[in-house]
Antibody, heavy 117, light 110 residues
Framework: QMQLQESGPGLVKPSETLSLICNVSGGSITGYYWTWIRQPAGKGLEWIGRIYDNGVTMYNPSLNSRVTMSVDTSKNHFSLRLNSVTAADTAVYYC???????????WGQGTLVTVSS | QTVVTQEPSFSVSPGGTVTLTCGLSSGSLSTTYYPSWYQQTPGQAPRTLIYNTKIRSSGVPDRFSGSIVGNKAALTITGAQAEDESDYYCVLYMGSGGWVFGGGTKVTVL
């Protein structure tokens, strides 16, 4: 059974960079799109972007200038960097696998990232 | 940017039927937006109910069904059960804009 696990700092200072890694176990990272989705407390879901195993990315236009995703197939993980964060970036961040144009079928448990000084 | 619209809340009686909808702030929705539906309970990651408009994800009870109704995607729960009380999100594929989630619908079963 495939499992995804987010890891990274739970607290980031304003204007700094949020960095998260999603470790994929129970299956290969190759052949799929890998996605980051976030959810502020009490609010809805927001798609941040996706990366394919060859490193091709697509980002949410509203976040495009601040987001960078990368993938390391040798370590079976992918990562998210979001720079110049503000309090508005405080959210639970989920990683997920996308079956292309179908569904996000495997999800991590989510990790809370708080932006605060 | 196009906004994906959903009803904020719905209430349904146990055993009853409810239809949630997902639309666009401008324009008509079609299958080419690959609408899908997710269920989320508090503290949990979302899980897929329906993808590609009407395909039920693995393990999803057949009381959940998806369709296009008029110019909106729809999720129907037929014979609602207490455990269906959740938040429901639709998400649409906007091409170069990637995926866009609706604001979610909170369903209460009472």
């Amino acid at each position: 059974q495939m499992q995804l696990q987010e890891s990274g700092p739970g607290l980031v200072k304003p204007s700094e960079t949020l960095s998260l890694i999603c470790n994929v176990s129970g299956g290969s990272i190759t052949g799929y799109y890998w996605t980051w989705i976030r959810q502020p407390a009490g609010k809805g879901l927001e798609w941040i972007g996706r990366i394919y195993d060859n490193g091709v990315t697509m980002y949410n236009p509203s976040l495009n200038s601040r987001v960078t995703m990368s993938v390391d197939t040798s370590k079976n993980h992918f990562s998210l960097r979001l720079n110049s964060v503000t309090a508005a970036d405080t959210a639970v961040y989920y990683c997920a696998r996308e079956r292309w144009l179908e569904e996000f079928d495997y999800w991590g448990q989510g990790t809370l990232v708080t932006v605060s000084s | 940017q196009t906004v994906v619209t959903q009803e904020p809340s719905f209430s349904v009686s146990p055993g009853g039927t409810v239809t949630l909808t997902c639309g666009l702030s401008s324009g008509s929705l079609s299958t080419t937006y690959y609408p899908s539906w997710y269920q989320q309970t508090p503290g949990q990651a979302p899980r897929t109910l329906i993808y590609n408009t009407k395909i039920r994800s693995s393990g999803v009870p057949d009381r959940f069904s998806g369709s296009i109704v008029g110019n909106k995607a729809a999720l129907t729960i037929t014979g609602a059960q207490a455990e269906d009380e959740s938040d429901y999100y639709c998400v649409l594929y906007m091409g170069s804009g990637g995926w866009v989630f609706g604001g979610g619908t909170k369903v209460t079963v009472l």
